[in-house]
């Protein structure tokens, strides 16, 4: 059984989120991977508690990090009817998926420099 402990950011948590932001993730995204990082697997409702974000900024959320493949859902059989239970946990720790976004980060940095030489080329030429 699933214990339902909500986590509650503490400050060191709100800098990371905002690094994060400032980086260009949207808050959203932020809260929810954050959330999980500091939980052994949870529900997307205690995310929705825990982070203070509605039901649709959650699934959008999880959404793009499983497509990312930083996270993963298992599902929790329960008994009798009703909607499957989803638990989330990250797929690999946090400091390499800090360090999958540096990648991603760099490249666009890389792509943005080449654009900038191009566009300087291409005024010079004219």
């Known amino acids: 059984m699933v214990k339902n402990k909500t986590y509650k950011f503490n400050t060191q948590d709100k800098k990371i989120i905002n690094v994060f932001t400032e980086l260009g993730m949207p808050k959203n995204f932020a809260k929810t991977l954050l959330y999980i990082s500091n939980v052994d697997e949870c529900r997307s409702s205690e995310i929705e508690r825990g982070a203070n974000l509605r039901q649709p900024e959650v ?17 929790l059989k ?23 976004f540096e ?6 940095i890389n792509e943005i420099k080449n654009d900038l030489s191009d566009l300087k080329k291409l005024i010079q030429s004219r």
């Open 59 to 75: 699934s959008v959320a999880m959404q793009h990090l499983q497509d990312k493949g930083w996270i993963e859902k298992r599902d």
């Open 103 to 108: 990648e991603e980060k760099t490249k666009e």
């Open 78 to 100: 329960k008994k009798g009817k009703g909607r499957p239970v989803h638990l989330y946990s990250l797929s690999s720790p946090i400091t390499k998926i800090v360090k999958n």
